[in-house]
């Protein structure tokens, strides 16, 4: 390492021998996980039936009345970039005329559906004294597209997707930012009427979120009579990682060694930030119009009042624990508890003696908690629910992508085929002990989780590594409770096409 090293690491926060161990992982690899098998209703994945639901939502409205403490944490630093992929392949091909029934050929044909359409419309006759009518009329198709996604029209490849205009309504589209003000106002404003949100942006981003958060604010809360609290971060840069060449010796960019985002994984720090004792966790473009989204709301009261339903649970038992006041029975309880609820499992616990035991007990209960909706699989993207083995041999539910489970392994592969279930990202999150005093989450992070991408800079290929997933490995050593919520609940925006989709129409 040489002294520029040292001082670029110095000038990032990263410790030397963190340096090291990264291009060791390199060398070494991520082993993938062993797994028990996939998660399903009755093994591994709770379904609430009415009165469990009505019990979870009747917790979360006492646990606002009693000031209970709530955030809403929203990672929406991704580019939109992905969602035009068709267009932008479509703009950058030969063929002036998009295929019929193509991706892009349905988006210029429902081009009036989509929110943005009349600033698309304004776009086009500043850009080329035409509006989109009469573009159509005399295919200029490309013309279309440029003015939606190059930076002298729209700007919509180059924008993040929560500030692209997703729904319509009378007084005005709406963008994925202010969807997610609408609901957390609905599910997560506290005693004193305060809704808690906070975003993660990249930094070229920030000031256009300052801009539109300044823009909405003061309607909303007149209109929904709350008051916000929003604070946005970015990915700290202590948690970039080193890039390698395809030999693993460390990248460098004009002597200087090249260091690249962790990851969406690297948030667990921002998330580690927030001082709340529950916190929901949901992607930027899983929201829906006002129209739509009374089946959100509903399962949202429902998860965060089962997490408080478990927490009450965990904290009793720890408290019976730490004053000694309790039977063989109670232990007997706590451990069908790990059980049925927190699908905790050890075969070591057999043989373990009284006292030993306890304090097994003591340490698994004793760490963060959270409650993951999963629904239904039919055919979306995403990772899914598993038990998986964890390194002191024990057991419990795990989020788990597919560049986890090794494929060459025939008993994994016929698991994931038989699958019932996937996760959507939707998490509520207490991150507080029985005490109050926060988990350092940091501490709850599986290393081994994470993986290894092929990249590129300046033409020039390269090796980047890849943290620990948010909800999968940078949570792997928390208590894990999966419940079934409907697929109502998930509506994600991964092409500008998926705005046709009926949970998009106001």
């Known amino acids: 390492m ?7 690491l110095e000038q990032r926060g990263i410790a030397p021998e963190l340096f090291e161990a990264q291009l060791r992982r390199f060398e070494t690899g991520f082993p993938y996980l062993r797994i028990l098998d996939t998660a399903r ?6 379904s609430l039936d009415d009165a469990g639901r009505e019990k979870a939502v009747a917790r979360w409205d006492r646990f606002l009345a009693d000031g209970g403490q709530v955030y809403k944490f929203v990672p929406a630093s991704g580019a939109a970039s992905r969602m035009f992929k068709a267009l932008f392949e479509f703009l950058d091909g030969s063929e002036d005329v998009p295929a019929e029934g193509s991706a892009v050929d ?18 086009a006759k500043r850009l080329y004294e035409a509006d989109l009518d009469s573009l159509k009329g005399a295919g200029r198709y490309k013309d279309i597209v440029a003015a939606l996604l190059k930076k002298e029209g729209l700007n919509y490849g180059g924008l993040p997707k929560g500030l692209l205009k997703f729904h319509n309504y009378a007084e005005g589209p709406r963008t994925p930012l202010e969807e997610h003000l609408v609901e957390g106002a609905q599910t997560a404003a506290n005693s004193h009427g305060v809704v808690n949100l906070h975003f993660t942006v990249s930094p070229e981003h920030r000031e256009l979120f300052d801009k539109k958060i300044a823009e909405a ?59 709340s004792a529950v916190v929901f966790i949901k992607n930027i473009d899983n929201v829906v119009p006002d129209s739509q989204r009374q089946t959100t709301v509903d399962y949202k009261k429902v ?63 004793n760490r963060p908690v959270r409650v993951c909706g999963m629904v239904r699989n039919e055919g979306e993207p995403g990772g899914g629910p598993f038990i998986a083995y964890n390194p002191d041999g024990s057991t419990s539910p795990q989020i788990l992508e597919s560049t986890q489970i090794d494929p060459a392994n025939s008993a994994y592969k016929e698991m994931m085929g038989r699958a019932t279930h996937f996760n959507p990202v939707d998490l509520v999150c207490y991150v507080k002990d029985a005490e109050g005093r926060k988990f350092n989450l940091p501490d709850y992070v599986d290393p081994d989780t994470g993986f290894i991408s092929s990249k590129s800079k300046n033409g020039k290929e390269l090796r980047a590594l890849e943290l620990p997933g948010l909800w999968n490995g940078a949570m792997s050593d928390w208590n894990t409770v999966f419940v079934e919520v409907p697929i109502a609940t998930f509506n994600p925006v991964k092409t500008v096409n998926d705005l046709l989709r009926q949970a998009h129409q106001s």
Do not use: C, W
């Open 2 to 8: 040489t002294n520029q090293d040292e001082k670029t």
């Open 41 to 46: 209703v009755g093994d591994g994945i709770i």
């Open 106 to 123: 349905s988006f210029i044909k429902e081009l009036p559906r989509f929110a943005f359409y009349d600033e698309l419309n304004e776009a």
């Open 217 to 275: 604010l003061p309607d909303l809360e007149k209109r929904l009579g709350v008051k916000y609290n929003i604070s946005l971060s970015e990915q700290k840069k202590s948690t970039d990682t080193v890039a390698v060449n395809t030999d693993n010796t460390p990248f460098r960019e004009n002597g200087e060694l090249l260091f690249r985002p962790g990851g969406h994984g690297a948030l667990i720090e921002n998330l580690n930030d927030i001082d």
């Open 303 to 365: 998860i965060a009042g089962y997490l408080v339903e478990v927490v009450d649970t965990i904290d009793n038992y720890l408290d019976m624990i730490n004053t000694g006041r309790y039977t063989m029975d109670d232990v007997r309880a706590m451990i069908a508890f790990m059980h049925d609820i927190l699908n905790i499992r050890d075969e070591k616990m057999k043989s373990l003696e009284d006292v030993d035991l306890v304090l097994y007990i003591k340490n698994k209960l």
